[in-house]
Structure formats: structure tokens, C-alpha cells
């Protein structure tokens, strides 16, 4: 009986070993967390205005409705650049929520225009008008929305554009 338990454990403990070492073993790496271009306007670093809310701004980026990044575009025409997003945060944004232009070329459009009345859950457009250089190159636009209290708030979104000769 004594061997027959030897036995057991021995045949035991090498199945253990076996499918321990026979499979892949995971190896968690951990997954950068993008971060948004900081802002190098002073547009963009107006100072927070308290407003009592219970709510978060929030949007998440779907889609470049036009100009994907690359698009090549005639010297000195205007052009109007929309992002499609979603408001997933618990505010609806109103006639004071702002696009501002924080980095890049500004390609003529203004510091900031507003952005449309999106309830929460909803998809909206972004939105701004620009004037491509005269001058051949590649050319960046970047923005950021902002709340009716002057705090930041989702992704920042770009334009890339190409001016040929």
C-alpha cells in the first residue's frame, strides 16, 4: 500500500510538472497611456472659472469626417476641417463650449470657435475653417475642446495637410 501511494505522488507530481512547463506562460506587458500634445497657446491656459457642476466633460474621437491626414491641398484655399466624437462624459455642451487652436500652424483660423449643443451620449462634429499656406509643405493644425469653464477636456484633435508646388 506504502508504494502504491509513492507511486501515486510520483505520478501525480509529474503531470503537475509536465503541463506546468508545456504551457505558455503570459507575460503581462503593460500598455502605454497616450497623452495629448501639451498646449503651446496662451488661448489654451485661459485660467479655470468655477462653475458649480455634478457633471465631467468628456468626448471620445471617432473619425476624421474629411482631410484625412496626408490630404494634399491646393495653395491658399480655405478649407473646412470636421472630426466626428462622441459626448461621453455627463455634461451637455452648450453655446459656451469652445474648439481652441493650441499647437501647430493655425492655417488663418481663429483662437478658438464654438463648438455645437451635444447632449450626453450623443455624436456631434467638431468643426473650424482654415486656409492652407502658400507655401509647399506638410502642415499641422492641432485643437482642443474646452467647458464652459475654461478646463479642457477629451482628446486633442488635428488636421495634417500637404501643400504641394
Same mark, same amino acid.
Given at each position: 500500500?506504502?508504494?502504491?501511494?509513492?507511486?501515486?505522488?510520483?505520478?501525480?507530481?509529474?503531470?503537475?510538472?509536465?503541463?506546468?512547463?508545456?504551457?505558455?506562460?503570459?507575460?503581462?506587458?503593460?500598455?502605454?497611456?497616450?497623452?495629448?500634445?501639451?498646449?503651446?497657446?496662451?488661448?489654451?491656459?485661459?485660467?479655470?472659472?468655477?462653475?458649480?457642476?455634478?457633471?465631467? !466633460?468628456?468626448?471620445?474621437?471617432? *473619425?476624421? +469626417?474629411?482631410?484625412?491626414?496626408?490630404? #494634399?491641398?491646393?495653395? $491658399?484655399?480655405?478649407?473646412?476641417?470636421?472630426?466626428?466624437?462622441?459626448?461621453?462624459?455627463?455634461?451637455?455642451?452648450?453655446?459656451?463650449?469652445?474648439?481652441?487652436?493650441?499647437?501647430? !500652424?493655425?492655417?488663418?483660423?481663429? *483662437?478658438? +470657435?464654438?463648438?455645437?449643443?451635444?447632449? #450626453?451620449?450623443?455624436? $456631434?462634429?467638431?468643426?473650424?475653417?482654415?486656409?492652407?499656406?502658400?507655401?509647399?509643405?506638410?502642415?499641422?493644425?492641432?485643437?482642443?475642446?474646452?467647458?464652459?469653464?475654461?478646463?479642457?477636456?477629451?482628446?486633442?484633435?488635428?488636421?495634417?495637410?500637404?501643400?504641394?508646388?
Amino acid at each position: 500500500m506504502q508504494m502504491v501511494k509513492k507511486i501515486l505522488i510520483i505520478i501525480v507530481l509529474f503531470f503537475c510538472f509536465l503541463f506546468t512547463s508545456c504551457t505558455e506562460k503570459v507575460i503581462e506587458t503593460p500598455t502605454a497611456i497616450p497623452t495629448a500634445m501639451l498646449p503651446t497657446r496662451i488661448a489654451a491656459t485661459l485660467e479655470p472659472t468655477e462653475v458649480k457642476t455634478n457633471c465631467i !466633460n468628456s468626448f471620445y474621437y471617432l *473619425d476624421d +469626417v474629411n482631410y484625412q491626414d496626408g490630404t #494634399v491641398v491646393e495653395a $491658399g484655399s480655405v478649407f473646412l476641417k470636421e472630426w466626428e466624437v462622441q459626448n461621453n462624459g455627463s455634461c451637455d455642451w452648450n453655446e459656451k463650449y469652445r474648439l481652441r487652436f493650441v499647437s501647430g !500652424n493655425q492655417m488663418g483660423a481663429p *483662437d478658438s +470657435v464654438p463648438i455645437p449643443s451635444v447632449i #450626453v451620449g450623443s455624436k $456631434g462634429k467638431l468643426s473650424v475653417e482654415l486656409q492652407a499656406p502658400r507655401e509647399p509643405g506638410t502642415y499641422r493644425s492641432v485643437w482642443k475642446a474646452f467647458g464652459s469653464d475654461n478646463r479642457s477636456f477629451g482628446e486633442t484633435v488635428y488636421v495634417e495637410i500637404v501643400v504641394n508646388e
